[in-house]
């Protein structure tokens, strides 16, 4: 009898250790699922993370290469025009000319460049519709003739009655030539010779028209292919200082653009192609 009880508290106890060890065996089987769970999750999570980013990569690429084409495409609206293009020709100290020899027609009693006669006559009628005492002063004038008149300019300069120095009082020739510079050019560096410029004015005598026409005047000259040259603040690149009179016929296409992007004839064919 009493080996029959040992026997039995013998299988109990050992039936209490089988279930331990299953006990114990299932827990740690539960420890490894939760731990490789939460791994895959994070796993699954950095994938996510990747590909996001990589898609966000390669949205904000698209959205780069796209602004990239929108600036490169904002310098589409320049003029198909060539710095060859003869209403572009540049006649400055920088680049002299010979004797051009341009076909010539008369407008307001002037000469000028026969291609530009139609739309230098439409230019004056609107300008003298503004006012009516606006008139041309000069037109063509070949090189020997600008010789005559800048030496001309330079003498009345070093006697003082020039138009910079109109005090009486006599300068250096060198000063003189100093003075006319800045507002003529030598032979051969003016681009009268062209006959693509004319000085038109209200009055006989240079910046001395009412300030609030020549706006006027300076607003309406790119419809007909005009510009005024030499403006204020574009000294650096013309070479020549405000001149309220002195008009070139560049185009209607290339005078709207220099308009509208405030540039000198000089910077503008800087931007076009040979």
């Known amino acids: 009898m009493k080996k029959n009880k040992k026997m039995l508290w013998s299988i109990f106890a050992l039936f209490i250790v089988l279930i331990l060890i299953i006990a114990i065996g299932w827990y740690k089987n539960q420890a490894v699922f939760t731990t490789q769970t939460k791994t895959n ?21 698209v959205r780069s290469s796209t602004s990239t084409s929108t600036s490169s495409s904002s310098s589409s609206d320049l ?104 507002y003529s050019q030598p032979a051969g560096m003016s681009e009268h010779n062209t006959g693509l410029a ?20 300076m607003a309406i000259a790119p419809h007909y292919g005009f510009i005024l040259h030499f403006q204020k603040g574009m000294e650096a690149s013309t070479g020549v200082d405000y001149e309220d009179w002195h008009y070139r016929y560049v185009g209607v296409e290339n005078a709207t653009y220099m308009t509208a992007h405030h540039l000198s004839l000089e910077q503008y064919v800087a931007l076009l192609p040979k």
């Open 198 to 217: 004319i000085d038109m004015s209200t009055v006989d005598s240079l910046n001395a028209s009412d300030p609030t026409v020549v706006q006027k005047v």
């Open 79 to 182: 003029p198909q025009a060539h710095q060859s293009d003869w209403d572009l020709i540049i006649v400055n100290k920088n680049n002299p000319k010979g004797e051009l020899n341009p076909p010539l027609a008369q407008v307001d009693g002037k000469d000028v460049n026969a291609r530009i006669a139609q739309a230098a006559a439409a230019f004056l009628a609107a300008a003298k519709s503004i006012d009516p005492d606006e008139h041309f002063i000069s037109g063509y004038r070949s090189v020997a003739y600008q010789s005559q008149l800048y030496n001309m300019y330079v003498a009345q300069e070093m006697s003082g009655d020039g138009t910079v120095n109109s005090t009486g009082k006599e300068i250096s020739k060198a000063q003189a030539i100093q003075n006319v510079n800045t």
């Open 41 to 61: 999750a994070r796993l699954s999570s950095s994938d996510q993370n990747q590909t996001s980013e990589k898609s966000s990569s390669s949205k904000s690429s």
